[in-house]
């Protein structure tokens, strides 16, 4: 085990600079660049004890680093979009916020209805698409893995994917409407 630990050590120790420099100059905040080389670092000391050896220390380091990277920007532009528009400009119904439940009765019920009328949705859509929707939205799951494991081009998926959030933002904005009247 102290092989092991002190390979860790020394990996850490030749890497560091390099995977500091790289989240550094892809995040502003040094909060939030601390936060990510402490996640990617204790990714790697969980990773390396597994009994898998890690091949390029250096090369899966940035790809963590650049994953956690991704991950940040999404949580925080998740965050910053109380309301989205779509292209044409109108409200996108796929990325208002939920009520919280316990706001009250009201909001407790919209909730609920929102969720209710989101399920319906999805369930009315053709199974492959209400597949590859839930893979890609809900799951976080990118297209070109999904493309490898199915055997369908990108094009083809992105395709089923927009037809899918048509409906779905179709349904969610009926269903919006009725509760603001």
């Known amino acids: 085990m102290t ?20 989240i550094r100059r892809r995040v502003s905040n040094p909060l939030d660049a601390e936060d990510i080389l402490q ?18 220390v250096g090369a899966w380091l940035m790809r963590v680093a650049r994953n956690r990277i991704v991950d940040r920007f999404r949580k925080k532009r998740e965050d910053a979009l109380p309301e989205a528009h779509d292209d044409e400009g109108e409200q996108d ?5 939920l009520p919280a439940a316990d706001d009250g009765p009201e909001a ?3 909730r609920a209805t929102l ?3 989101m399920q319906e949705a999805l369930d009315e859509l053709p199974e492959n698409r209400r597949e590859i ?6 799951e976080g799951r990118s297209f070109k893995d999904l493309s ?6 990108v094009n083809t998926l992105l395709s089923s994917k927009r037809y899918a959030v048509l409906h779905l933002r179709r349904r969610l904005k ?3 409407d009725e509760l603001q009247d």
Do not use: M
């Open 3 to 22: 092989d092991r630990n002190s390979d860790i050590a020394e990996a850490i120790q030749r890497e560091r600079i390099r995977l500091v420099q790289f």
């Open 39 to 56: 996640d990617v670092l204790h990714d790697f000391v969980r990773a390396y004890r597994l009994p898998e050896p890690i091949e390029q």
């Open 93 to 97: 119904y796929l990325d208002l916020r």
């Open 108 to 110: 407790a019920y919209a």
């Open 115 to 117: 969720l209710k009328v």
């Open 133 to 138: 929707f839930i893979a890609h939205e809900l």
């Open 148 to 153: 490898e494991e199915t055997g369908i081009g």
């Open 174 to 176: 009926a269903a919006h």
